[in-house]
């Protein structure tokens, strides 16, 4: 009794994400077309490999050991097919990614360019939302977003470990009004509000000697793009929270001066995520190895 390597797929796929929907989007079909090549197989082996209620879908005792008989064949195929791919320089297709704005600014140089220089036969789209989405369900390889933003069944891939948001205004702002000490005293500022993709306006997070602090910061200008909050700020509009990797050239220069730093503590920075699957595409793979070797040398900027 024989099984396809594709049947083989789907049994493992099913197992990974302990259901069809998932499994079915990762690849490519239906979960009702899924569902009855499982039963097919199942039933031509005599053997069921799943228990399914209208609730979940586990492994039997037969399918446990189906999977870790099997799992050392598929993994092996994977690495083959990998390797090939990226060893003979044939990465090819297209990339696509899903990300914040201000993220793809911060990625754009080195990493994006250096990989489109390093596979030059694969095409890189980078669509830009504020908001989370289905990547799989999108049609993208993979997202990037904050580490704590990440899907918890998602395969997460550090870009850079930290990164932190400050307080900034511009010298014109700051030459009428006193620096903030505490976060108590923005009170008595302009501040230009941040309000996210949910539609919720941000409260600023603050934290030292583990207290921590949320601001309702007053102001009667709301962006919703770290783009437009920098611009703001460098025209003296008010003060503004903002990502450091992103202004870290204006507050080198003088443009911009930091404030509350004792009370901005650095915290969990951004990381690439993806669906868990058998086989990874190599044009993944080689992005990924990319980030690793970015990070192992401290090459890599991105924001939030």
């Not at 596979?119 to 980078?126: A, H, K, S, T």
């Not at 904050?146 to 010298?171: F, H, K, N, Q, W």
Request: aromatic residues 6%; contains cysteine; glycine residues 8%.
């Amino acid at each position: 009794m024989k099984a396809s390597l594709a049947e083989l797929e789907a049994i493992a796929a099913v197992a990974r994400h302990g259901g069809f929907r998932a499994a079915a989007r990762e690849l490519g079909m239906s979960s009702s077309a899924l569902s009855h090549a499982v039963a097919a197989l199942e039933e031509r082996l005599s053997v069921r490999i799943f228990n399914r209620t209208t609730r979940s879908v586990t492994l039997s005792d037969a399918g446990e050991r189906f999977i870790a008989d099997i799992a050392p064949a598929l993994a092996a195929i994977d690495r083959a097919i990998e390797n090939a791919g990226i060893s003979s320089g044939s990465v090819s297709g297209t990339l696509r990614l899903n990300m914040a704005p201000g993220a793809a600014r911060m990625l754009l140089v080195p990493l994006i360019l250096q990989y489109g220089r390093r596979y030059p036969n694969v095409e890189v789209e980078i669509v830009t939302d504020n908001a989370l989405v289905d990547v799989i369900g999108k049609g993208f390889d993979a997202g990037v977003r904050l580490a704590e933003a990440v899907p918890t069944d998602m395969v997460a891939i550090p870009i850079v470990p930290t990164v932190r948001s400050l307080v900034v205004g511009s010298p014109a702002y700051f030459s009428e009004r006193p620096r903030p000490l505490t976060p108590g005293d923005l009170s008595q500022h302009r501040c230009i509000r941040a309000r996210m993709a949910s539609g919720k306006l941000y409260r600023w997070e603050f934290e030292r000697h583990g207290q921590s602090i949320l601001i309702d910061a007053p102001g009667s200008l709301t962006l919703d793009a770290s783009d437009l909050m920098l611009t703001a700020v460098l025209e003296g509009a008010g003060l503004a929270y903002i990502g450091e990797p992103s202004m870290a050239d204006h507050i080198a220069a003088g443009s911009l001066i930091p404030v509350l730093q004792d009370w901005s503590p650095p915290y969990p920075g951004l990381s690439l995520y993806f669906a868990q699957r058998r086989q990874m595409p190599a044009r993944l793979r080689a992005f990924i190895d990319l980030i690793r070797e970015q990070t192992a040398s401290g090459g890599s900027r991105p924001e939030d």
